[in-house]
T-cell receptor, first 111, second 113 residues
Framework: GQNIDQPTEMTATEGAIVQINCTYQ??????LFWYQQHAGEAPTFLSY????GLEEKGRFSSFLSRSKGYSYLLLKELQMKDSASYLC????????????FGTGTKLQVIP | NAGVTQTPKFQVLKTGQSMTLQCAQD?????MSWYRQDPGMGLRLIHY???????DQGEVPNGYNVSRSTTEDFPLRLLSAAPSQTSVYFC????????????FGAGSRLTVL
């Protein structure tokens, strides 16, 4: 089966750094997505990791360890607009190459 | 390009009624899919299609039908709505045969009374 775990909620202070963790147990794992979803809106793409290591994209970075089944999303210099849910999703190959989502982490940024 | 367009944005149904959620994309994406999103459950795949005339079931297909007569359109049908189908529905598409990014529609909020 497929299992993706991430914390339900997190709170962080404006200007700070926050790390959102994601662990996964999936067969046919091909890569790991992170999406951002503001309340009442559609998910939007943040990052995709296939190889182990850290990928940086502006204030956001994403890390993957395939051997540990672990990923994290790092948000630096937090802004109030970063308050949103962050969805971890595994790309599964074989069959129909589906994307399986975790339940999401709701991040609240406080002044 | 409009991207992925979903209609309606909001709908209220009574138990037993039928309806169709529409999804259209203008990016020539072969892969299209429907997800539902419920509190504490995350996004769950209902049905997907890898091209015109080809559809298959996802994780939670019961109570839903789909068809794919054109590359652009992928409607989701509820034949006899149940309160358990109260949810937010997202249509998403991507180019085929690679881990390309899913582009989501704005979502359709359905309430079944």
């Amino acid at each position: 089966g497929q299992n993706i775990d991430q914390p339900t909620e997190m709170t962080a202070t404006e200007g700070a750094i926050v790390q959102i963790n994601c662990t996964y147990q999936t067969s046919g794992f091909n890569g790991l997505f992170w999406y951002q979803q503001h309340a009442g809106e559609a998910p939007t793409f943040l990052s995709y990791n296939v190889l182990d290591g850290l990928e940086e994209k502006g204030r956001f970075s994403s890390f993957l360890s395939r051997s540990k089944g672990y990923s994290y999303l790092l948000l630096k210099e937090l802004q109030m607009k970063d308050s949103a849910s962050y969805l971890c999703a595994a790309f599964i190959s074989g069959g129909y190459q589906k994307v399986t989502f975790g339940t999401g982490t709701k991040l609240q940024v406080i002044p | 390009n409009a991207g992925v367009t979903q209609t309606p944005k909001f709908q209220v149904l009574k138990t037993g009624q039928s309806m169709t959620l529409q999804c259209a994309q203008d990016m020539n994406h072969e892969y299209m899919s429907w997800y539902r999103q419920d509190p504490g459950m995350g996004l769950r795949l209902i049905h997907y299609s890898v091209g015109a005339g080809i559809t298959d079931q996802g994780e939670v297909p019961n109570g839903y039908n789909v068809s794919r007569s054109t590359t652009e359109d992928f409607p989701l049908r509820l034949l006899s709505a149940a309160p358990s189908q109260t949810s937010v529905y997202f249509c998403a598409s991507r180019p085929p045969r690679s881990a390309n990014v899913l582009t989501f529609g704005a979502g359709s909020r359905l309430t079944v009374l």
